[in-house]
Structure formats: C-alpha cells, structure tokens
C-alpha cells in the first residue's frame, strides 16, 4: 500500500511541469570595465612582485584618470558598439511599479534635533548668519512614516504636485519656504564641477565613494568653533540627515561643490533646490534604482498638515511662519488622532486661500516708491525681481502730480543698502542694490 502511493506521487511529481527560468543577458560593461581588464592583465604581468588585484586595480583606476579623453576614446567606442548591439537584441522593459508596505529612509529630524541642542550661542549665530536659523526652531523628532506612504504613493514626479483629496496641489518653492524657512529665490545650487576644485576639501572631511560619513560631522560640530569649518560641516549635515538625504547613510560628497565659498550661501536658492533633491530622489526609488527614498519627506508631511483641513478644526493651526514652529510631537499626535477619527488620511478639505509667506517684500516697495516715477528693477542675488512700469494710462495722473509732461530721459544707476532677504532667519548681511531710475528734465508742453 505504502508502495503504491509512493509510486502515484512520484508520476504526480513527473506530470507538473517545470517553469523555465527566465535567462537574462546580462548588461554591456562600461568603458572603465574594458581598459580595467586589459590594464590588469598586463600589469601583473609586468609586475609579480605586486600584492594581487587590489594593488593592480588601484593602478588601474589612477591610470584611467589621468587618461585623456582622445586616450579613452578606444574604449568608449567599443563599449557603444556593445551597447548597441544589445539595445537593438533586447527590447527596453519598463521597470515593475514598487510596493512597499514600510517606508525606508535616511530622513531623520531627530538626528538634526539633538545636534541643535549642543550648540552654543556663537554657533547659533553662525548658522543664523547661513540664512538657516529656522531649523534652529524645529520641533518635530519623527517622521510619521505612514503618512509619508502614503504621501509617495500620490506624489506627481512629473508636474510636481500631490493628488489628494480630489485635487491636484502643486508644489513651489515657496511652499518649502512658507513650511521649512528656507529662502525660496537667489542663485541656483550646483552640486557638479571639476573634482580637482574640491579635492583639498574631501581629503579634509574624509570623503570617500560612499560619501562623506554623518558621524564624522558629528563629531567635527560638537568640537569645532563657530568658523568656516563648522558653518561647513552643519550646512553638509543639515542637508545628509533632513533637507536633502540621499538612499545611503553618508552625505553626498557631490554638496561640497557649492560650500567652497561660505560667504555665498545665504544667497542660495534652497527652496528650489530642496524641492529639485526631492523630486529627483523620488523619481529614482520609482524606478528601482534604490531600496530607501531620499529627499526631505518631513517637508511633505508638514506641507499636508497645512494644507489640508480637518473636519471642526481651524484652517491653519500656527499664526506664524515657517510652519516648522508650530509642529511638535503634541501638535502631531493630536493631528493624528483626528485623522485616525475620520478614518484615515485625505478625507479632509484642501484650504484654498492666499498663503502667506516668510519674507514680506514691502520693505523693499517702500524703498521703490519713494523714488522718482519710471522703470526700478532692482538686481540682487537672492531676491526676485521687482519692477514698476509705467503705464500708458498712468501719464495724465503723474503730469498732474510730478508736474512732468515731456523731455528727454535719462537712465541714473544709485546703491542702496538694503538688508539680505533671509533677514528674518538671522542673516544680517547688507545687499547693494542697483536701482535704475529715469529722470527727466522738463520743458513745457501739452499733453494730448
């Protein structure tokens, strides 16, 4: 009997059919890979004494970035020509859309949170002078990493902007600026370059492939003073562990690009920049190009709270910007609780009113309208352009009250010292704006 099943199991066993492995070619080599492998070779032929590949890998990776791009031209070509051969071989597969039921980031306010409370005053100052002192106000320790799900889940790559509640709510920097307090125009941050301008600096804070080691930062603030190496050190770890973290545990050592100069950064663009890192972060963690989402996830979950309004609450719970103040672990988990009440995120109501903003300009349009009438353009790195036309339907008021009616027209260019936008924030750096005015010297006439 015993026999029998074990027979009748062994054609069940026999009748199922195997799945066929699904064989993949693997992806072409690089440049790199090819002039490597000849390298080697030849160099440990030309070399017995040598302590293996590590030592022949080494040589070959100087050699190659000594290299010349003529030199290197043998190598690139023959890898396009492998490349092209397996494009035209294989048919591009679009990559499987990633579920994830728990998120997997190097976001950490907390880690920020208890460096900011060992610095000393000097130091406050210095980050406050960076144009960074709203982060000196953060509050909140923990990400709520469902929301945060849940937010990834509709965050639009493509335009920018989440699809909640029905609607489709962009994302500018000035939102980063009315949430996180960083400034919202300026220049541009660039995180490329020659790597032979930052070579003295990586060597300094130990960069390495992997990147520049958030510990080591660590400890450089707890022991440095308030000079360029600290103001340095707290920009490369404020943006590795809250405002721009990367899928890795280090800070990109890319970043040390754009702090050679630390008498520019206040003039940067960080919202811009923030919300560019998020989007570009995102992007890649969908295409499955890695495990943990990078980006600042703690400016989305903020930007949710402000944006969406719950059921019996009132429209904006702060009364001041940044929102970072007001958002603590009372705050949050109180906000929770009523989204939990109503069954989960997204059943609240979007608020569609005019946001207000950290950096009121009307200091700047006082200054402009006690200035003789005409076209003011003002040009400093890291405020928005402001400018005043003048309208055709303006002259029969301005003859009136400036008693001009025609004449020629001269462009004068005047300084003026007006205060840096991060103002607010600590920077009390002074800006020389060119202003260009038009005078006009008066010769009697009619107006028709």
Request: proline share 3%.
């Amino acid at each position: 009997m015993v026999k029998q099943r074990v027979e009748q199991h062994i054609m069940s066993e026999g009748k199922k059919k195997k799945k066929k492995k699904e064989v993949s070619i693997p992806r072409p080599a690089c440049s790199w890979v090819y002039f490597s492998k000849e390298f080697i070779k030849e160099y440990i032929a030309s070399h017995p004494e040598s302590s293996g590949l590590k030592a022949a890998t080494k040589a070959a990776s100087d050699a190659w970035k000594s290299m010349s791009l003529e030199e290197k031209e043998k190598y690139t070509r023959r890898a396009r020509e492998v490349w092209d051969g397996y494009m035209s071989t294989n048919l591009a597969r679009s990559p499987k859309p990633r579920k994830q039921t728990k998120l997997v980031t190097r976001c950490s306010p907390g880690r920020l949170f208890n460096v900011l409370q060992h610095l000393t005053s000097e130091q406050q100052d210095a980050v406050k002078s960076m144009g960074f002192g709203s982060l000196l106000g953060l509050r909140c320790r923990t990400l709520r990493r469902s929301l945060c799900l849940w937010l990834l889940e509709r965050f639009n790559t493509t335009n920018c902007s989440l699809e909640i509640c029905s609607k489709h709510i962009s994302l500018t920097p000035k939102d980063v600026e009315q949430v996180m307090g960083l400034s919202a125009c300026g220049k541009d941050v660039v995180n490329s370059g020659p790597d032979d301008l930052i070579s003295d600096l990586r060597n300094r804070y130990n960069a390495t492939n992997h990147g520049i080691s958030v510990r080591f930062l660590e400890d450089r603030l707890a022991a440095l003073e308030a000079g360029e190496d600290f103001k340095r050190s707290f920009v490369l770890y404020a943006l590795g562990t809250l405002l721009s973290p990367t899928a890795r545990l280090d800070v990109s050592p890319s970043f040390l690009h754009f702090l050679t100069n630390m008498d520019l950064v206040h003039q940067y663009n960080w919202g811009k920049f923030l919300l560019d890192r998020l989007v570009r972060e995102v992007s890649r963690f969908r295409q499955g190009k890695q495990q943990a989402v990078g980006g600042c996830l703690l400016f989305l979950q903020l930007f949710y709270y402000e944006s969406i309004s719950l059921e019996g609450s009132s429209a904006r719970g702060p009364s001041s910007v940044p929102c970072l103040f007001y958002w603590g672990g009372e705050e949050i988990t109180e906000r929770e609780k009523r989204e939990k009440a109503l069954g989960g995120y997204g059943f609240g109501e979007v608020i569609c009113k005019e946001k207000c903003h950290s950096m009121e300009l009307s200091d700047y349009r006082d200054q402009l309208d006690a200035l003789p009438i005409g076209t003011i353009r003002t040009r400093i790195g890291h405020c928005a352009v402001l400018e005043r036309k003048l309208n055709e339907e303006d002259i029969p008021v301005l003859v009136e009250t400036q008693s001009v009616v025609c004449g020629d027209v001269d462009v004068v260019v005047e300084s003026v010292k007006v205060p840096c936008r991060n103002r607010e924030y600590g920077c009390n750096d002074a800006l020389n704006l060119d202003i260009c005015i038009w005078n006009s010297r008066e010769h009697n006439a009619d107006w028709s």
